[in-house]
């Protein structure tokens, strides 16, 4: 019965309005803020690419953006994040999201998360799995702002994980 629900979701998010895109892609922009001891991620995602993952995850339809939109969906998101992408300070302890808000224009979402920083950093790790349960060929970029330097990297299928130095 499940499997039938998680059909019925796909078709419908299939035929939903939203555009089929043959890249699958995200962008996250990590930024670390020692002045305010916070790390904030703005994840930029394809809407359609964040439904479909929701919906064969949790069963759940978000309609993001749309007047039905799921009252659970910035709840849904969290969920789908802390499953598939974890943030590690110096190798003692994973980051635990504290915020989440979202917003929604034409075939693109925005995710944006805010951690805590409680201890002096030396190195970040960094995996980001995001979507990459549902496409082998997915790419996840990160533009990561340290000491006011960006500098870009690039996560896929068979390297999901990096450690960037402070």
């Not at 998010?13 to 803020?33: A, C, D, I, Q, W």
């Not at 709840?75 to 635990?96: D, E, V």
């Not at 299928?157 to 402070?166: A, K, M, P, Q, S």
Request: charged share 15%; hydrophobic share 40%.
């Amino acid at each position: 019965m499940i499997s039938l629900k998680i059909y019925i979701l796909s078709v419908l998010l299939l035929f939903s309005g939203r555009s089929y895109h043959p890249v699958h892609v995200s962008v996250l922009n990590m930024e670390y803020l020692p002045e305010k001891s916070m790390v904030d991620l703005s994840f930029k995602v394809f809407t359609a690419d964040l439904e479909f993952a929701i919906a064969h995850n949790f069963n759940v339809a978000l309609n993001l953006g749309q007047p039905g939109e799921s009252p659970e969906a910035e709840m849904q998101i969290n969920k789908y994040l802390s499953a598939t992408f974890r943030l590690m300070i110096n190798n003692n302890y994973q980051l635990k999201i504290v915020s989440i808000s979202k917003e929604t224009s034409e075939d693109a979402t925005w995710v944006h998360v805010s951690f805590p920083v409680t201890e002096q950093i030396h190195h970040f790790t960094i995996h980001n799995a995001i979507f990459m349960d549902l496409y082998q060929d997915q790419t996840n970029l990160l533009i990561m702002t340290l000491n006011k330097k960006e500098t870009g990297y690039r996560l896929d299928f068979y390297n999901r994980e990096i450690t960037l130095t402070n």
